[in-house]
Structure formats: structure tokens, C-alpha cells
């Protein structure tokens, strides 16, 4: 599985991006998928995943959505009310199961970063 990450870019605080991670070589409709950002001089944080629930890091909670749309093989993370202490690279990754983790180093397949950058 390839997947391939977009739609970072700099917004003001209060704006709303959404990222798009697309996957090809196989289909991802049976995957649990997780978002992952990493911000300068920190340590990864594990911020979504859709499986068989879905998963929110308490500080994106309310704000941010993880959706998929298998007929497009693509999962979405919609942020709203993106804060300055969102911007960081987030990256993209795909389990074999169906069951989702929130430990990075269970997921198989991972996209390029995308930087997202919010402004005060």
C-alpha cells in the first residue's frame, strides 16, 4: 500500500483545513488508519484513527474529524478551529487489521509527511 498525504498548508487560528491521505496498490477499506503529527523539537503525537471506532487525542477532541470514503480509497482529517499548537507535519499510516491502535509502531504502511502551519 502506497498512501500519499495533502493538503497541509498555513492557516490563521480559527481556520479549518482539511487533510486528505490517498492510498493505492490495494484497497484500504478493511484498514484501520491513524493520523500522526510531529511537531518541531517534539515527540510524535498520535492524533486520529478510524477502525472499528474512531480515536481522538484529547487536545483535537471536538475540533478535528477522521472520515473515509472507500469508493475514493482516501481518509480525510477535517481540523477546524486549528490553534497555533497545531501546526506540526502530520503523516498518514495504515494497519493490515481492521482494528486501530493508537501505537505508531503497529501501523504497516506510512504516507509522506504534510505540513501544516498555523498562524497566530
Known amino acids: 500500500v502506497q498512501l500519499q498525504a495533502s493538503g497541509g498548508g498555513l492557516v490563521q487560528a480559527g481556520g479549518s483545513l482539511r487533510l486528505s491521505c490517498a492510498a493505492s496498490?490495494?484497497?484500504?477499506?478493511?484498514?484501520?488508519m491513524g493520523w500522526v503529527r510531529q511537531a518541531p523539537g517534539k515527540e510524535r503525537q498520535f492524533v486520529a484513527a478510524i477502525g472499528e471506532r474512531t480515536y481522538y487525542a484529547d487536545s483535537v477532541k471536538g475540533r478535528f474529524t477522521i472520515s473515509r470514503d472507500n469508493a475514493k480509497n482516501t481518509v480525510y482529517l477535517q481540523m477546524n478551529s486549528l490553534k497555533p499548537e497545531d501546526t506540526a507535519v502530520y503523516y498518514c499510516a495504515a494497519r493490515k487489521t481492521w482494528v486501530l491502535s493508537t501505537n505508531e509502531e503497529r501501523y504497516d504502511y506510512w504516507g509522506q509527511g504534510t505540513q501544516v502551519t498555523v498562524s497566530s
Open positions: 496498490g490495494r484497497t484500504i477499506s478493511t484498514n484501520a
